[in-house]
C-alpha cells in the first residue's frame, strides 16, 4: 500500500459557505416539500495531470507531434492530431474541445491508487489491472459481509431482528438495480480512487472521488464525508452514491473509512475521522482542491462522529499551538452533516428499543460515564467551550421529519443548542423523509433532489456560473431505480 508521498508523487496541478444561525421551531417555512428553520447570519472540473511543458514536449516528440489518446484518468483531456508543442495550443484546444462537452468524457483507463499502480498516461497491461479490480471488488464485498455478520452477533437472533433481516432483505432486492449501477462504477471508475492510506491504523482509508471533466486548472472545493453505519458498520463506500453525484458537478470527495466495534471503540473512531481529516487538509492542493474551499459533512452516525471531531478539535485550538494542529476548524468553509444524533445521553433508550440494546451501545461508548463527553451537544455547553465557538464554522443540519433511526429532534436540539451559544447554524428539515430516504431512494430517483440541491447550494455559494450549471446538470440526472420499486423499498425500510 503506497505511503501519502508516494500516492501524490506524480504532480498533479490545481483546478477550479453558508453560515446562518438557526431559530427555534415558530420559525418555520415550508417550501417544495420540506421545511426549513433559518435565521440571520452572524456574520475543469477535473484534476488535470500534473505534466509540464517539458514533459508534455517529450510525449509530443515521441509520438511524432501527435497526442492520439487521453492522457491519464485524472486529467488530460482527449487531443487528437495536435500538431504543436506549444502548451498554450494545448490548452486552446482543450478549451474548444471542452465546450462542445455533449456528455461525460470517457473513461481514461490509469492504474488504480489502491494498488500500488501508478498513476500514468498509459495502461501498461489491461489484463493485469482488470485482475486488481476484480480481486479489490472481492476483498471489499468480503469485508461489507463480514461487518454484516458481525452487527448480527452483537445484536442477537431474536425474532425482532428476523424481522429486521427479512426486511433488510428484501429493501436491498427493491432497490439492487440502483445498487449494482453504483457499485459497478465504484469498482471499476477511473474516477474514483480507492483505499487511500491516511493513517497507521486498520481502516485508515479513504475514497477519492475526482470530478469527470474538464474545465481549467481552478482549484476545486473539496468535501470531505463520514458515512454512518451505527458505530458498527461504517465504510467509506456507503457514501459512493452521494460522492458520485457530488463529483458530477465539479466537486472533489474525500470519503474517510475508521475503526468500528468492536475493533475500535467511540475514542478510536473520533480519533480516526480526526486524522483523516488533517490528511486531506495537508494534502488538498496535490488533489487539486482548493484548501480556502474545505467542507466537512457526515450522514447518521457518521454526522455525529465528524461534530465530535469539529467540537473537540476547536477546543484543542484554545490550548494548544495551533501550528502543531494538522487541520483548523475556522479553515474549514462550513460543517454539513445529515440525520445525526448529538446528545448520546437522549439517544440510549431511543436505540435499545430499536433494536441496539444499552449493554452495546455502552460498549460502544465506553459506558456510560462516557457519553457527554462525546455528545457535541452538551459538550459546547460546556463553560470551556465558550472561547472556542467563534472558531466553529458555519452549520448546515439536515434531517427528515419521518425518520425513526434517529429522530429529527435531535436536530432541532442541537441547531437550538448551538444557536444559544453564538455558532452560525441553520436547520433544514424534510417532510415526510426517512433516514434512507434523503440518503439513498430519492438520489436514485434522478431528476431534482432536495438534499442534493442543499448541499450544492452551500457548497457552490457565490459562484454563480457553478450554480447555473448545478441546475442544468440537476434536469439530466438519471433514474436508477423504478418508482414502484422505490416506493416498496419505503414501504419495507427496517431504517
Keep these: 500500500m503506497l ?10 496541478l490545481p483546478s477550479r459557505i453558508i453560515g446562518a444561525g438557526v431559530n427555534s421551531l415558530n420559525n418555520v417555512h415550508r417550501t417544495s416539500g420540506h421545511t426549513h428553520h433559518t435565521s440571520q447570519t452572524n456574520g475543469i472540473s477535473e484534476i488535470e495531470a500534473g505534466m509540464e511543458s517539458e514533459t508534455m514536449q517529450k510525449l509530443l516528440q515521441l509520438k511524432g507531434g501527435r497526442v492520439s489518446r487521453g492522457i491519464s484518468d485524472i486529467g488530460i483531456y482527449n487531443i487528437s492530431c495536435l500538431q504543436s508543442d506549444s502548451v498554450t495550443e494545448i490548452n486552446r484546444h482543450h478549451h474548444q474541445y471542452r465546450s462542445q462537452r455533449p456528455e461525460k468524457w470517457p473513461l481514461r483507463t490509469v492504474s488504480d491508487i489502491s494498488q500500488g499502480g501508478r498513476v500514468g498516461p498509459y495502461r501498461q497491461n489491461s489484463f493485469q489491472e482488470f485482475r486488481n479490480d476484480v480481486h479489490h471488488a472481492a476483498t471489499e464485498t468480503y469485508l461489507i459481509t463480514r461487518l454484516a455478520l458481525t452487527l448480527l452477533r452483537y445484536l442477537g437472533i431474536g425474532t425482532r431482528w428476523m424481522s429486521k433481516l427479512v426486511r433488510l432483505y428484501l429493501y436491498a432486492l427493491f432497490l439492487m438495480p440502483g445498487f449494482i449501477q453504483v457499485g459497478f462504477n465504484y469498482y471499476f471508475s477511473r474516477y474514483i480512487h480507492r483505499s487511500i492510506v491516511y493513517g497507521d491504523e486498520p481502516r485508515n482509508r479513504l475514497d477519492l472521488y475526482i470530478p469527470p471533466y474538464c474545465d481549467d486548472d481552478t ?51 473520533v480519533a480516526d475521522v480526526t486524522a483523516g481529516i488533517g490528511y486531506v487538509c495537508q494534502n488538498i492542493t496535490n488533489f487539486g482542491g482548493d484548501p480556502n474551499r474545505v467542507f ?11 461534530a465530535c471531531a469539529l467540537v473537540k478539535q476547536a477546543q484543542k485550538e484554545g490550548f494548544e499551538d495551533p501550528t502543531k494542529l494538522l487541520w ?68 448546515s443540519l439536515f434531517h427528515g421529519t419521518a425518520d425513526y433511526s434517529i429522530l429529527y429532534d435531535a436536530s432541532v436540539a ?26 439513498l431512494q430519492d ?24 450554480k447555473a450549471e448545478d441546475i442544468m446538470l440537476m434536469k439530466t440526472r438519471r433514474r436508477l431505480v423504478p418508482e414502484f420499486l422505490l416506493q416498496l423499498a419505503h414501504t419495507v425500510s427496517p431504517f
Design 328 to 395: 483548523s476548524t475556522c479553515k474549514l468553509k462550513a460543517f454539513l452533516a445529515i440525520s445525526g444524533g448529538y446528545n448520546l445521553t437522549k439517544l440510549v433508550d431511543h436505540f435499545h428499543k430499536r433494536g441496539l440494546y444499552r449493554s452495546i451501545f455502552l460498549s460502544v461508548m465506553e459506558g456510560e460515564e462516557s457519553l457527554p463527553l462525546f455528545s457535541p451537544e452538551l459538550l459546547v455547553l460546556s463553560p470551556s467551550f465558550r472561547e472556542a465557538v467563534p472558531l466553529l464554522p458555519p452549520i
Design 296 to 306: 466537512l459533512a457526515g450522514q447518521s452516525a457518521g454526522a455525529h462522529l465528524a
Design 219 to 269: 482549484p476545486k472545493p473539496v468535501v470531505i464525508f463520514v458515512t454512518g453505519g451505527a458505530w458498527i458498520i461504517g465504510y467509506k463506500a456507503w457514501a459512493a452514491l452521494l460522492g458520485q453525484q457530488l463529483a458530477d458537478h465539479n466537486i472533489i470527495v474525500a470519503c474517510l473509512d475508521y475503526r468500528n466495534f468492536p475493533q475500535g471503540s467511540i475514542s478510536d473512531m
Design 443 to 466: 438520489p436514485m430517483r434522478g431528476g431534482a433532489d432536495e438534499l442534493l440541491a442543499d448541499i450544492l447550494a452551500v457548497v457552490h455559494e457565490g459562484d454563480e456560473e457553478a
Design 414 to 439: 442541537f441547531g437550538n443548542t448551538l444557536q444559544s451559544v453564538g455558532a452560525k447554524v441553520t436547520t433544514t428539515l424534510y417532510a415526510r423523509k426517512t433516514h434512507t430516504d434523503l440518503f
Design 3 to 12: 505511503t501519502s508521498e508516494d500516492v501524490f508523487k506524480n504532480r498533479v
